[in-house]
């Protein structure tokens, strides 16, 4: 039975490795693998997925107005898609995705995030929790060893910043990974994380 499935995780849990791993090992058993990500994720380069462990492989990218169908079904021989980034994709994209699953019969591998800096839920990730068929957390902890669920947003001095934009592209000098407890202490106190 082929799935829609829906792997997140916070900064840092290393999605895109696990992504670019997946791709391998279905390479590995001779199968063509529909490599993609949103090109609202440019920090990299528009058509490269990278991992913080030094992963990195050439993927298509899909603009917030492509119809990810229409690009599928012009395509030979895709026996899987795995997807990076997917919290940025539009929820009509996500749609897409689910219609090649139920229509084609083609397993489709969403990576991404689950919420933004505010602990609010992206477009992308929303639809995926509405309609995969599994969905996995990729854990990480933060710096007191509990689970990390935030994707703090932080500035130069390493203060969590709480206004601005949803997207804001960016690596480990922008975000990091905290539990809830961390993420409030340091909105309140104002203090450096470590």
Same mark, same amino acid.
């Given at each position: 039975?082929?799935?829609?499935?829906? /792997?997140?995780?916070?900064?840092?849990?290393?999605?895109?490795? #696990?992504?670019?791993?997946?791709?391998?090992n +279905?390479? *590995?058993?001779?199968?063509?693998?529909?490599?993609i990500?949103?090109? =609202?994720?440019? /920090?990299?380069?528009?058509?490269?997925?990278?991992?913080?462990?030094?992963?990195? #492989? *050439?993927? #298509?990218?899909?603009?917030?107005?492509?119809?990810?169908?229409?690009? +599928?079904?012009? %395509?030979?021989?895709?026996?899987?898609?795995?997807?990076? *980034?997917?919290q940025?994709?539009?929820?009509?994209?996500?749609?897409?995705l689910?219609?090649?699953?139920?229509? +084609?019969?083609?397993?489709?591998? !969403?990576?991404?995030?689950? =919420?933004?800096?505010?602990?609010?839920?992206?477009?992308?990730?929303?639809?995926?929790? *509405?309609?995969?068929?599994?969905?996995?957390?990729? %854990? =990480?902890? !933060?710096?007191c060893?509990?689970?990390?669920?935030?994707?703090?947003r932080?500035?130069?001095?390493?203060?969590?910043? =709480?206004?601005?934009?949803?997207?804001?592209?960016?690596?480990?000098?922008? +975000?990091?990974?905290?539990?809830?407890? !961390?993420?409030? /202490?340091?909105?309140?106190? /104002?203090?450096?994380?470590?």
């Amino acid at each position: 039975m082929v799935k829609l499935y829906f /792997r997140y995780g916070a900064m840092g849990s290393s999605k895109s490795a #696990q992504a670019l791993i997946t791709k391998f090992n +279905y390479e *590995e058993r001779g199968m063509k693998v529909w490599l993609i990500k949103p090109a =609202t994720d440019s /920090r990299d380069g528009v058509t490269t997925i990278r991992s913080r462990v030094g992963l990195a #492989q *050439e993927a #298509q990218p899909i603009a917030p107005q492509d119809d990810i169908l229409s690009i +599928y079904q012009s %395509k030979d021989d895709v026996d899987v898609i795995i997807s990076d *980034e997917s919290q940025f994709f539009t929820e009509a994209q996500i749609d897409q995705l689910r219609a090649i699953v139920d229509t +084609y019969q083609i397993p489709v591998m !969403c990576f991404g995030l689950r =919420t933004d800096f505010l602990s609010r839920l992206f477009p992308g990730s929303k639809r995926l929790f *509405e309609v995969a068929d599994s969905i996995t957390e990729i %854990k =990480t902890i !933060c710096s007191c060893g509990e689970k990390a669920i935030i994707n703090a947003r932080i500035d130069g001095e390493r203060r969590v910043i =709480t206004e601005g934009q949803q997207i804001l592209l960016g690596g480990n000098d922008s +975000y990091i990974a905290l539990c809830h407890a !961390c993420w409030k /202490r340091s909105i309140k106190n /104002r203090e450096p994380v470590k």
